[in-house]
């Protein structure tokens, strides 16, 4: 009979038939196990592959100059660890998951990793506001998770983490080091603005270059800070206000769309003429910007993450990345989310194989945690060492120099070059990074 | 009656089986999913009761947010980490704002009444964005594990403790919607979406009948994110952006305003959904998501409630179509 | 002094936009009583085909000042290709029906096309920049400008005087205003009102994708800028008064003043402005500063 309640039966029957056929079609079909290459030695017990979650930007204006180079940085190196036998023996498996949700979805993403993958562990997040949120959600689901990228200080300063490591120093070095670069190239800077993106991590850098700069010179004037949204993108307001009141310089922790945005839309409207720009971070891929980055911008690298420094000729590791990276991309390895993910990945296996040499097996987690704190490693941008936030937050120099085009090269290179060592920028074990900048960096070593 | 086979019964048994097995069952994921599900259910619960009226609302994210920010304002500011205490706060804190913003929107209909009600929603998620030292702006704020009722559930059992927590709140929603749906403000709300002068003219207060169970779908509102809240353990200014709503909007009109129980089948149905389709094709969800909505407009008004009593109507006239001519 | 005239040209530049972006909503729910949702959409296509052409302008090694007539062309281009097909397939087979479920049924297409977007042209940002600088700067007080943002002020009048003359002194401007007027006295005098329809709404999917274009130079063009542009001249609509293009004019300067201002004074409360005067907008004058109320049907 054609009524309309049996049509709509037959339709939904059909539609679940669809959709059966469809699900069956999508269903990857068993892949044989691929053999560990010869190389390293294998681990007694080792599985025949470890599953690592890799979360990082994948859409949206950040997944250009971060997440995209992370993920492909991430595959380059797991491919050569991999070709090299993987970790004692065992595959590593990316599964990779975009950042870009919104912090409360983080979480869920993370319990899906550990749930619904069943990942091994996680390297992930480089925006600051994930990194805090899924900190205590990695500690409910004692998931080891490497934080890779993200710069406020506050992970493992305002909580305690037994699950959580971070392999790249957080941004204590970027705001000291920003501090003291200036005092270096202008001894006699008066006026100073901030312009910063309204969260964790714009906040946090704010707070440690602008205490560190008044501790190093308390004469120094405020001019105004500015508070855009994260990924706001559009900055002619901001701008107007800064053109109008001139500071000497303007401080920014501005990284992914909103540093292209802004340095486009402020070199448009004549800022760079009138006013130096400290970037502390290089939120951008340089050599993307070709010959469009002005000179005269100061930058830091986050830490020794530049091409010329680790100098390649004296760390293989460094000339092996460029290389493998440069091979299959074209490009160079920047900005420093790619050497973050490295040291992640390095320090993951240093960690591994430390726990399994003293269990004589392939480790638990428990025993991964127990090697991973104070531990040191190689890597590409030198030896990275877990020496603070009781041990499982990394310690690096910082690197800071000013823009200047290489018209050979067609980007730009870095001029006056300073590398501030470990203990001038970076806070003693067990000390807040503000407490310190207010003593007045009791112990640093410049 | 002879030859009519005995589903209802049977179905309602293996249902209940499933849902009270459920932790037994499902693996930790799929139970995590149904969990939020069953909260997310309490807030669409309370956009059909104003559909009940055909008013929808399109800014429920205002008492979402709000339920779920008072449980991270109480343990922020005064370090109640007590779920009792949270869900009351939750609850009584929507119910202010309800009680405040309706005495405005139940005077609205239509699209003015939707219009209305995101722009309220739109400026709690500006202050909640822009405050940053007090809501922690788009970092937002953590929630960590409560204590329910004074008791700490020992660490492995929590997610199980949350689903009958959850499971329990949503049979209360259910309760209360199915005795709402046969109380004479349940009445005054349909024939309002048939007639509004009418019911005036019968001596009947539109106003306040809309008011009322306004009251009533905030409070549900806010039930619902504060569950949300400690569920995910962690609350950010999205949870009132106007998509949130949308999305429960979404779920409202999926689920159909049929039956009491078609907004958590539907929350259900939609999570597990977006969970698998955002796995499978994370660029082509939102597309599938769209498509249903057009479909569901065109073809199947009445939602998935209306297709389940479509079947049921077929199957139950099932021994009897053999007899017919 | 100085900060004055900031505020006011920041305000203006703002202004322009949301005028951009809001006008065609604010039209196209005079005539066809639609809310579009999916004008966010318009929108986004917009700034995407426009950040394709420019890139394409550029990488042939044309000049550059080529790129302002190839905006405009992605604009028209994504307005006639996507809003009669809209209009004929989807919204006609709705009038009728209460305007909510228009309202659903647009922020359908907006999903769908949200989607579309981000499986042509992919999810890293696409920039048009080069159109941005090529206009040089201008120094206004002690502040520079850049040329093209103030160049966008002239355009937003000139399209808001387009429509007052296409509304107000042609022929066919005349049905139009019968149609928003009264729909069904207009059909029993014998208006086409299919047509009028298909006309609003392409012109308001122009509109919107001008609006998108336009401001492609400025921004960086990803997925998400229609879910967020949406809502935003949504309030300005409202604020303005639906239907009412003058309203959407009024209400676009007055909420860029205002947010500028807020930029310099209270920063913490820009957003937070607009929403609010958004509301008490609703509250106290429904229909919005220059809307006239309507007669409800029995």
């Not at chain 1, 699900?23 to 599985?47: E, F, L, M, N, R």
């Not at chain 1, 290179?413 to 009791?442: A, Y």
């Not at chain 3, 400025?218 to 949406?230: D, L, Q």
């Amino acid at each position: 009979m054609g009524t309309r309640a049996s049509r709509k039966l037959a339709f939904i029957w059909r539609l679940f038939a669809v959709l059966g056929l469809v699900a069956a079609a999508c269903s990857p079909a068993p892949s044989a196990p691929t053999q560990p290459p010869a190389g390293q030695p294998k681990i007694p017990g080792a599985p025949s592959e470890i599953k690592v979650g890799l979360v990082t930007f994948l859409s949206g204006a950040a997944s250009g100059p971060f997440g995209i180079p992370a993920r492909t940085a991430a595959e380059v190196w797991v491919d050569k660890l991999n070709r090299e036998g993987g970790i004692g023996g065992a595959q590593i498996k990316l599964v990779i998951v975009d950042e870009n949700v919104p912090t409360d979805q983080q979480v869920v993403q993370l319990r899906r990793l550990a749930l619904d993958e069943k990942v091994d562990l996680v390297i992930g997040y480089i925006s600051s506001a994930n990194c805090l949120a899924v900190a205590p959600v990695a500690e409910e689901l004692k998931l080891l998770t490497v934080l890779f990228d993200c710069g406020t200080n506050q992970v493992f300063e305002e909580g305690r983490y037994k699950y959580v490591f971070r392999t790249a120093a957080h941004t204590g070095i970027d705001g000291i080091g920003a501090a003291r670069y200036l005092l270096m190239v202008k001894p006699d800077v008066k006026t100073v603005a901030g312009i910063n993106q309204d969260y964790a991590w714009g906040r946090d850098s704010w707070e440690i270059f602008i205490r560190a700069l008044r501790k190093l010179k308390p004469d120094v004037q405020v001019l105004d800070t500015l508070w855009p949204r994260l990924q706001q993108n559009e900055f002619s307001g901001e701008i107007s206000k800064l053109l109008s009141l001139k500071p000497e310089v303007v401080f920014t922790s501005f990284w992914g769309g909103d540093f292209v945005s802004f340095i486009n839309q402020a070199r448009a409207r004549g800022v760079f003429d009138q006013t130096t720009i400290l970037f502390n971070n290089d939120g951008s891929n340089i050599e993307e910007f070709g010959k469009d980055l002005p000179d005269g911008i100061i930058i830091g690298f986050r830490g020794p993450h530049w091409i010329e420094y680790p100098d390649p000729n004296q760390n293989p590791l460094q000339k092996e990345f460029i290389d493998l990276y440069r091979a299959k991309y074209g490009k160079y390895p920047m900005p420093h989310g790619s050497y973050h993910v490295v040291q992640a990945l390095q320090g993951v296996k240093a960690a591994y194989e430390k726990a399994a040499q003293a269990a004589g097996r392939w480790p638990t987690v428990d025993e991964v945690i127990k090697a991973f704190e104070y531990l040191e490693f190689d890597s590409p941008s030198g030896r990275i060492s877990m020496a603070i936030g009781y041990g499982h937050q990394a310690v690096e120099p910082a690197v800071y120099g000013i823009t200047k085009l290489d018209p050979q090269l067609g980007f730009s290179r870095l001029d006056r070059v300073k590398v501030f060592p470990v203990k001038c920028v970076n806070p003693p074990d067990g000390v807040k990074t503000l407490d310190w900048i207010d003593q007045g960096f009791p112990g640093a070593q410049c | 009656m002879k030859g009519r086979p005995p589903l209802r019964p049977l179905g309602a048994v293996l249902g209940l089986g499933i849902l009270l097995g459920a932790p037994w069952i499902l693996p930790g994921w799929l139970l995590f999913l149904l969990t939020l599900a069953l909260a997310k259910g309490l807030v669409v619960l309370g956009i059909v009761l104003l559909m009940w009226g055909g008013l929808v609302s399109f800014g429920h994210g205002l008492y979402f947010a709000a339920g779920a920010y008072t449980v991270a304002f109480l343990y922020r500011f005064l370090g109640v980490r007590e779920a009792a205490v949270g869900i009351l706060g939750a609850v009584l804190v929507s119910g202010v704002l309800a009680g405040v913003v309706g005495l405005f929107l139940s005077r609205y209909r239509a699209i003015f009444f939707g219009m209305l009600s995101v722009a309220f929603s739109m400026i709690l998620y500006a202050f909640l964005l822009k405050f940053y030292f007090v809501t922690g702006g788009t970092d937002g704020l953590r929630v960590p594990i409560p204590s329910i009722a004074g008791f700490e559930p020992p660490a492995r059992d929590i997610r199980t403790v949350y689903y009958f927590l959850n499971l329990g709140f949503a049979c209360l929603g259910l309760f209360v919607a199915h005795r709402l749906s046969g109380s004479p403000l349940g009445y005054l709300m349909r024939a309002i979406r048939d007639n509004e002068v009418r019911v005036e003219y019968m001596g009947a207060s539109v106003r306040r009948t809309v008011y009322a169970v306004y009251l009533l779908s905030g409070v549900l509102g806010g039930l619902g994110g504060a569950l949300v809240a400690f569920n995910v353990g962690h609350v950010a200014p999205d949870l009132a952006y106007w998509t949130t709503s949308g999305e429960f909007v979404f779920v409202a009109i999926l689920g159909g305003t049929g039956g009491v129980g078609a907004p958590f089948v539907a929350s259900a149905v939609f999570e597990l959904v977006r969970n698998y389709a955002i796995k499978l094709s994370p660029y082509t969800w939102q597309l599938g998501l769209g498509a249903v909505l057009l479909l569901i407009i065109f073809f199947y008004p009445e939602g998935l409630w209306g297709l389940y009593e479509a079947i049921r109507s077929r199957l139950s006239a099932w021994p009897k179509s053999s007899s017919k001519r | 002094m100085d900060r004055l005239l900031a505020v006011f040209l920041d305000g203006l530049i703002f202004a322009a936009w949301l005028f951009l972006v809001s006008a065609g909503l604010s039209f196209v729910y005079g005539v066809l009583r639609v809310l579009n949702v999916a004008h966010g959409s318009f929108y986004s296509l917009g700034a995407y085909l426009a950040a394709t052409l420019v890139g394409a302008v550029v990488g042939r090694g044309l000049s550059v000042l080529l790129t302002y007539p190839a905006l405009l062309a992605a604009a028209l281009v994504v307005g006639l290709a996507v809003g009669p097909p809209m209009e004929r397939v989807l919204l006609r087979r709705i009038q009728g029906r209460d305007e909510v479920t228009g309202l659903l049924l647009t922020f359908a297409v907006l999903l769908i096309f949200e989607d579309i977007t981000k499986l042509v042209w992919g999810v890293t940002p696409w920039s048009a920049d080069a159109a941005y600088g090529a206009l040089g700067q201008v120094r206004l007080g002690t502040v520079t400008y850049a040329v093209y943002p103030l160049a966008l002020v002239g355009v937003g009048a000139a399209v808001g005087a387009g429509l007052w003359v296409l509304v107000n002194r042609t022929p066919f401007g005349k049905l139009v205003s019968s149609v928003i007027a009264d729909r069904e006295v207009s059909a029993a005098l014998g208006v086409d009102v299919g047509r009028v329809n298909s006309f609003a709404f392409t012109l308001g999917a122009i509109l919107a994708a001008l609006g998108g274009a336009l401001v492609a130079p400025m921004i960086s063009v990803v997925p998400g800028i229609s879910v967020e542009v949406i809502i935003v001249a949504f309030a300005v609509t409202v604020i303005g008064g639906l239907g009412n293009i003058a309203g959407a004019a009024l209400g676009a300067v007055v909420v860029g003043l205002i947010r500028a201002a807020a930029l310099y004074f209270f920063p913490e409360l820009d957003l937070f402005l607009v929403y609010a005067i958004m509301t008490l907008v609703l509250i106290f004058r429904p229909y919005g500063l220059f809307g006239r109320p309507e007669v409800r049907r029995i």
